[in-house]
C-alpha cells in the first residue's frame, strides 16, 4: 500500500494532472473490481475487510463452535489445541492456501479424505462455515477478497472487459507474488496487453505469506509473446542505490547459488550491477556480549552520526530479524535521546503501551472483584493515576499499619494486596500530610472506574466506555489530564506522544469496528478477549507516526523497499538469524497442493530464504551498513551466523557501555568526571570546570537554564545526605528472614537491600525459570500427581517450555536436554528408598531470640518452604532443597551453608527430631557417568548454646536493624545486575567534582 501511494504521487507529479493510470496493490485491486462489478448491495454496503489479527480470533471462535456442535469431525490427537490461537493461525494459513490452489471447500475436504489428513477434511467443512458466516457478517478476507477477483476476471465477461480496459500492465517485486495473484494477472492479460514485470528472486523473503519463488523463474514461459515465444528476460546492470563496498558483501553474502533456470551468464550479469562511480559506502561488523550493551553502542553511534555528520534522524535505520528485539533497541535510543518510530503493525496493538493502560482500567471495570494488586498498582502508577513509586509505598505502609493496629494479633495483607482493596473501596484510610495527594489520585481513579463501570451496565459501547476512561471527564470534572498531556506533547514535536495518540485511536477504531460487526450487543469483556489473544500486528495503524524525523526501527521484512542513507542490522546470532524453525508444523498448510500431500519445506529451502532476508536488510542502506552482533565466551551464549563468516569482515569487539553518552547529559558526566580526576593535569580540570560553568549559565529567550544538569546546586553528591525519619522495619517488631535471605544478607547487604527492600527488580535469567520448571515438576512428581516416569515428566516440561525465552534456539534445545537430564537424576533420586517422603514444599515459620553483638538479643522471624521432608530410618526429619545450578559450591561449604541450617533450625523449633539437611544438585552426577545426583549433606546442628545459625542471624538481624547495607565484594560481583551502581566496583564510583 505504501509504494503503490508513493508511486501514483510520482505518477502525478511527472504528469501533472489529466487521466492517469491505476496504481494499486493485488489487494486494492481486486477490491476495486468487488466494487466495480459487485452486486448493488455490495457496492452500497461493500464487505469490510478483516485484518490478520481479527482473523485469528475470529477462526479459533469458528472452529470451535463447530466443533462443540459437532458440525465437523476434528481429529482427537488435535483437540487440545482449539483453544490456542496457534493452531487458528495455522487453520487460516490452510483456507488461505487452498483458495490460492483454487480448491473448493468440496474439495479441500474430498482432498483430506483421500490424503488420510482428517484435519484437511474437516477444514473443508469448516471452510464452507466460514464462508456462509463471511456473507452474513458482510465482511471478507484477503485470500477470499482474491479469489473472488479471480473466479469474476476469468469469466467471459470479466476478461472482455478487464482485458480492453488495460493495455499495458506493470507489476513491481514480482518475486513476491502468490498463486492468486498470477491467476488474475494471467485473467488481465491478452494478446494486446503488454506486461512488464520487474523483480530479484534474490529478495524473495515472503514465502510464509504464501509467496512463491518459483513464480519469477516461470514467468518466461508462463507469460509468452504474441509470436508464443518465452518472455525476454532484461537484466538490469546499474545500481544507483549503494557503493562496490555494499555490493560486494551483498554478493558475497548470496553467492554462486543458481538462480531456477538461468544461464549462469545473466545469473553473474544480475548479481554484479554497476555502482555509480563517486557513491562511496562502508560495510563493518561489530561483536559485543550483551543484547544491552549492543544496543547502547548503537544508540551511542547513531547520535554521533547525526551531531557529527550531519545525517537527518529519518535517513538512519535500524533493522532487526524479529520484532521481538524492537524493545530494548527503542528504549536504547530514547535514553539516548535519539528520537524513534516504530511502524504500528510491528507490534500486536494490545502491546502498545497506552493501550495496555486502557485495556488494564476497562478491564477492572469490568470486574472489580478479580482486580489483581499488580493490576491496581500499575493503575495507579500509569498516567492515569500519575502516582510515582514512592508515593505508592508510602500510601502502602500507612495502610499497614492502620491494619496492624486494628488487629495487632494478625499479620496484617502486604502492601500491595491493600492497596488493591483501597482502589475497590472495600478498606477506607484516614489520610495523613504525607499521603493526601495519593489518596486524592485514588479518590479519582475510583470515581472515574465507578462511571465506567455504570456506563457498563446501562449498555454503552465499548468506544464510549473508552472515552471515558481516555478524557477522564465526568460531568464537569477532569480525573486525569493523561489525554491532554499528550496532545500538548506532540503539538511541541514529542514522537513518543504522537506513537501513544496513534496507538490510541487505532484502538477507537478496533472497537468501533467490534461494535458494528456484532451490531451494538458485544460485550466488554468479548473485546477485552478478543485484543487480549490477537497475537500479530494490527494493520489498520500500519503507517501512522512514520513519516516524522525519527530514526526508523522495523524488522528486515519490513524493510522490504524502503532505503536509508545509513543502517544498523540487529540480530546475526546462529539460531536467530537463520531461523531454520520448521513452520506449521501441525497442520502443514504448505504440504497442500492440487494434488494431496506435497514434500515438506526443507531446511535447505529455510536457509536460502534466511539468505535472501539477510541480503534485503544489507542492501537497504545507500552508504553505511554495521552488523552489530553478539558472542559469548560462555558454552551457552549467542554465537555469531553463519552468514557473518560469509560476508568475510573481521568483527571488532566492543565491550561494556559507552563511556560516555552523546548527549548534553553525557558532556556534563564527562566534565564532570575530569575535573574530578586526580590523574589529569590542573590544566585539563581547570579546563573541564570552565566548560561545565559556560553550560550552567546558558539560558533561554525567557531565562530558562539549557543545560541545568551542569548547575552543581542539582548534583546529589554534592548535597546532604539524606535519612529516612521512619526506620524500614518498625522498632519492637521481629525482623523478617528466610534461608535465602540469611545467605544473601550476609553474602552482601547491599546487594540484598536493593533486590528486597527497594525492589530495584532485574529481570530473571532463563537459569532461575529453569529451575521453576523442574522444582514445579518435581513437585507434581512427589505428590502423586504426574505418574513417576520420565515420559509424563516431560510432556509437562514440553507444555511450559516455549513460555521459557532463551536467546538462540539451539541454547533451548541445549537447556530442553539438561533439563530432561535433571528430570531423570530427580527420578532416581525419587524412588531410592533410605529415606521416606513426609512433605513436598512445605511452610514453616518460627519467632527466635538471637544473639547480638553487645550480648543483648533479637528476635528474628523465620520462615521456609522446604522441597522436600523426608524421615531418615532412625526416625529423625532430614530438609532436602533441590537445587539447579551448574556449578555448585564445595563440598567445604557445605557445613556452614546458612540456607540449610535455618531449614534445620526451623525444623528443630516445630519440635521436630532433625537429622541434618542436604542439597540435592539436579544438573550435577554423583559420579561421572552416575544417573544419581550429587547430594551434599549437612550434618545435624550441635546442642552448642547459640549455634553457629543463630550466630549468623544474630549478625543479619543487626544489620537490617541498623540498616548497614554495605556492599561486600565477593565472588558474584562479577554476574551482579547492580555493578554500574555499587561503590565496591569501579563501575559504581561517585562523582563529587
Not at 514465502?207 to 507469460?223: C, K, Y
Not at 541454547?811 to 529415606?835: C, N
Amino acid at each position: 500500500r505504501r509504494a503503490a501511494g508513493e508511486l501514483r504521487d510520482r505518477i502525478v507529479t511527472r504528469l501533472g494532472g489529466g487521466l492517469l493510470p491505476t496504481v494499486a496493490t493485488f489487494h486494492s485491486f481486486a477490491y476495486g473490481l468487488m466494487l466495480q462489478h459487485g452486486t448493488t448491495e455490495e457496492y452500497r454496503e461493500p464487505p469490510r475487510l478483516l485484518s490478520g489479527a481479527e482473523e485469528d480470533v475470529r477462526i479459533r471462535d469458528l472452529l470451535l463452535g463447530a466443533v462443540e456442535d459437532g458440525a465437523i469431525a476434528w481429529p482427537d490427537d488435535l483437540s487440545g489445541a482449539l483453544h490456542t490461537l496457534g493452531l487458528a493461525n495455522e487453520v487460516r494459513a490452510v483456507l488461505a492456501r487452498a483458495k490460492e490452489l483454487g480448491l473448493d471447500p468440496a474439495q479441500l475436504q474430498r482432498l483430506g479424505a483421500k490424503s488420510g489428513r482428517p484435519a484437511w477434511e474437516a477444514l473443508g467443512v469448516l471452510a464452507r462455515q466460514e464462508n456462509e458466516v463471511m456473507v452474513l457478517e458482510n465482511v471478507i478476507d484477503y485470500a477470499e477478497l482474491l479469489h473472488r477477483a479471480v473466479l469474476w476476471a476469468r469469466s467471459t465477461a470479466g476478461r472482455l472487459a478487464l482485458q480492453q480496459q488495460y493495455r499495458a500492465i506493470f507489476v513491481d517485486e514480482y518475486q513476491d507474488t502468490d498463486p492468486l495473484q498470477v491467476a488474475l494477472l494471467e485473467a488481465l492479460v491478452g494478446p494486446q496487453t503488454t506486461l512488464v514485470a520487474v523483480g530479484d528472486p534474490d529478495q524473495s523473503i515472503y514465502a510464509f505469506r504464501g509467496a512463491d519463488v518459483s513464480g519469477i523463474f516461470d514467468f518466461p514461459r508462463r507469460f509468452r509473446s504474441a509470436s508464443g515465444a518465452h518472455a525476454p528476460i532484461v537484466v538490469l546492470r546499474h545500481t544507483r542505490r549503494f557503493g562496490p563496498e555494499i555490493r560486494e558483501a551483498a554478493a558475497r553474502v548470496i553467492g554462486r547459488r543458481p538462480l531456477g533456470q538461468l544461464d549462469p551468464a545473466t545469473a553473474q550479469a544480475h548479481r554484479n550491477p554497476v555502482c555509480e562511480p563517486d557513491r562511496e559506502s562502508a560495510v563493518s561488523v561489530e561483536c559485543f556480549d550483551s543484547e544491552a550493551t549492543r544496543a547502547a553502542h548503537v544508540a551511542q553511534e547513531i547520535r554521533i552520526a547525526h551531531l557529527r555528520q550531519g545525517r537527518d534522524w529519518s535517513t538512519m535505520a535500524v533493522i532487526v530479524r524479529t520484532s521481538l528485539s524492537i524493545p530494548i533497541v527503542h528504549r536504547a535510543l530514547l535514553q539516548a535521546g535519539v528520537p524513534a518510530a516504530i511502524a504500528a503493525d510491528e507490534i500486536p496493538l494490545r502491546l502498545e503501551p497506552a493501550v495496555a493502560v486502557l485495556l488494564n482500567a476497562l478491564d477492572i471495570a469490568c470486574d472489580p472483584e478479580r482486580m489483581t494488586a499488580q493490576a491496581a498498582a500499575d493503575l495507579l502508577t500509569g498516567p492515569i493515576g500519575d502516582l510515582d513509586a514512592w508515593q505508592l509505598r508510602r500510601l502502602g505502609r500507612l495502610l499497614r499499619e492502620q491494619a496492624r493496629t486494628s488487629d495487632p494479633s494478625c499479620s496484617p495483607p502486604t502492601s500491595d494486596d491493600l492497596i488493591r482493596d483501597l482502589v475497590r473501596g472495600v478498606v477506607t484510610v484516614a489520610p495523613s500530610p504525607e499521603t493526601s495527594d495519593a489518596l486524592a489520585s485514588v479518590e479519582r481513579v475510583r470515581l472515574l472506574l465507578d462511571t465506567a463501570r455504570g456506563q457498563i451496565a446501562d449498555g454503552s459501547t465499548p468506544p464510549d466506555v473508552l472515552w471515558t476512561l481516555w478524557s477522564g471527564r465526568v460531568g464537569g470534572a477532569v480525573l486525569h489530564g493523561w489525554s491532554e498531556r499528550l496532545r500538548l506533547a506532540a503539538l511541541g514535536g514529542s514522537n513518543s506522544a504522537h506513537h501513544d495518540i496513534d496507538a490510541v485511536l487505532a484502538l477507537f477504531e478496533t472497537a468501533e469496528r467490534a461494535a458494528l460487526r456484532f451490531r451494538g450487543v458485544i460485550g466488554m469483556k468479548n473485546l477485552l478477549i478478543s485484543l487480549r489473544e490477537q497475537q500479530i500486528p494490527a494493520e489498520p495503524i500500519a503507517e501512522r507516526s512514520i513519516h516524522v524525523n525519527a530514526v526508523r526501527i522495523l524488522t528486515a521484512h519490513r524493510a522490504k523497499g524502503l532505503e536509508w542513507d545509513a543502517v544498523w542490522i540487529i540480530g546475526a546470532e546462529e539460531g536467530v538469524w537463520p531461523d531454520l524453525r520448521t513452520r506449521g508444523s501441525v497442520l502443514e498448510p504448505d504440504r497442500l497442493t492440487r494434488h494431496g500431500v506435497g514434500d515438506p519445506v526443507r531446511a535447505a529451502d529455510l536457509l536460502a530464504e534466511e539468505r535472501r532476508l539477510f541480503f534485503v536488510a544489507l542492501t537497504r542502506a545507500r552508504s553505511s551498513v554495521v552488523v552489530a552482533i553478539l558472542a559469548s565466551d560462555a558454552g551457552g551464549g549467542p554465537q555469531p551466523s553463519r552468514f557473518i563468516n560469509d560476508l568475510g569482515i573481521t568483527p571488532v569487539p566492543i565491550h561494556g557501555r559507552p563511556a560516555f553518552a552523546a548527549s548534553t547529559h553525557g558532556l556534563v558526566a564527562h566534565l564532570r568526571v575530569v575535573a574530578a580526576d586526580p590523574q589529569a593535569s590542573p590544566a585539563l580540570r581547570s579546563a573541564a570546570i570552565d566548560r561545565l560553568a559556560l553550560l550552567a549559565a546558558a539560558s533561554g529567550r525567557r531565562g530558562e537554564p539549557l543545560v541545568p544538569v551542569a548547575d552543581p546546586d542539582r548534583w546529589w553528591g554534592v548535597r546532604a545526605q539524606t535519612e529516612n525519619p521512619r526506620p524500614l522495619r518498625p522498632e519492637g517488631e521481629p525482623i523478617a528472614l528466610s534461608g535465602s535471605g540469611l545467605e544473601a544478607m550476609l553474602t552482601c547487604p547491599l546487594k540484598r537491600y536493593l533486590e528486597h527492600d527497594a525492589h530495584a527488580d532485574v529481570p530473571r535469567p532463563s537459569s532461575t525459570k529453569f529451575g521453576s520448571v523442574i522444582h514445579a515438576v518435581a513437585d507434581y512428581v512427589a505428590k502423586g500427581e504426574v505418574p513417576a516416569d520420565l515420559d509424563s515428566m516431560d510432556m509437562l516440561v514440553d507444555r511450559v517450555w516455549s513460555d521459557l525465552r532463551f536467546e538462540a534456539s539451539w541454547q533451548s534445545e541445549s537447556e530442553r536436554a539438561q533439563a530432561r537430564l535433571a528430570l531423570s537424576r530427580f527420578l532416581v533420586y525419587h524412588l531410592r528408598g533410605d529415606r521416606t517422603l513426609l512433605a513436598t514444599e512445605h511452610e514453616y515459620r518460627a519467632e527466635i531470640a538471637v544473639p547480638t553483638s553487645d550480648g543483648a538479643s533479637e528476635v528474628v522471624r523465620l520462615r521456609g518452604f522446604l522441597d522436600r521432608i523426608e524421615r531418615d530410618g532412625a526416625g529423625r526429619v532430614v530438609a532436602i532443597d533441590l537445587k539447579n545450578i551448574r556449578n555448585p559450591g564445595p563440598d567445604s561449604s557445605v557445613p556452614t551453608h546458612a540456607q540449610l541450617g535455618v531449614y534445620q533450625l526451623l525444623l528443630r523449633e516445630n519440635g521436630e527430631e532433625v537429622g541434618g539437611a542436604a542439597l540435592v544438585q539436579l544438573r550435577v552426577p554423583a559420579a561421572k557417568g552416575a544417573d544419581d545426583p550429587k547430594v551434599q549433606f549437612q550434618a545435624p546442628l550441635g546442642n552448642e548454646v547459640p549455634t553457629w545459625v543463630e550466630i549468623e542471624l544474630g549478625q543479619a538481624a543487626e544489620l537490617l536493624r541498623s540498616e548497614g547495607f554495605v556492599a561486600r565484594p565477593n565472588a558474584g560481583c562479577r554476574y551482579c545486575p547492580y555493578r554500574l551502581v555499587c561503590p565496591s566496583q569501579g563501575q559504581g564510583d561517585q562523582v563529587v567534582a
